[in-house]
């Protein structure tokens, strides 16, 4: 890595930290012939491909700002959004891939969404699956029945994450 002050090829990284959420590493470098310190930021790339083939770099506020209107009026916060956010692309880099559909975002909003408010769900898969009359909300709903009935009877299997679904719908 050259240094940004005197083109000097070679520097030495003096520290490396590893962000919060785990998704960076950040290097504080010292380049021996001037003295001076800078960081860098190294993180895995992940790109999107939109639908017109242009990649861009994937973005949780894009994942936010898409979810955030199935959830308007709906018990969800700004915290809730970027907790589904992180959930959305750790799903994604756990397959391994550098490059996603913009597609398979939508894919992987569903599962943590369902599981933060179904209603704001049900909104975001009918315009991302593109519903189109009652009977497909129908087949969405009976699914989600049908899916949370399975849930209660099956055993403690899985993560206590789950275990705090929400339960109560405000009547
Ligand atoms: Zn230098």
């Known amino acids: 890595m ?11 990284v003096v520290d490396s930290r590893v962000s919060d959420d785990g998704l960076s590493i950040r290097r504080r470098r010292q380049c021996p012939e001037c003295g001076r310190r800078f960081s860098t930021t190294e993180t895995a790339s992940l790109n999107v491909i939109k639908r017109n083939g242009v990649l861009e770099p994937f973005s ?14 709906r018990p ?15 799903a994604i880099r756990a397959t391994g891939a550098s490059q996603v559909d913009a597609n398979d975002i939508g894919l992987s909003i569903l599962p943590p969404l369902r599981e933060l408010d179904e209603v704001a ?7 991302y699956q593109g519903f189109e009359s009652l009977d497909d909300f129908e087949e969405a709903i009976t699914l989600l029945r049908v899916e949370n009935e399975q849930e209660r009877e099956r055993p403690h299997t899985h993560e206590p994450e789950s275990a705090h679904q929400t339960t109560g719908e405000p009547s």
């Open 2 to 12: 050259h240094c940004p002050f005197c083109r000097n090829a070679d520097t030495r």
């Open 60 to 73: 949780r506020d894009k994942v936010v700002s898409g979810v955030r209107k199935a959830c308007q009026g």
């Open 76 to 90: 969800v916060t700004d915290t809730d959004l970027a907790m589904l956010a992180q959930k959305v692309e750790e």
């Open 121 to 127: 769900y049900l909104r975001f898969a009918s315009v």
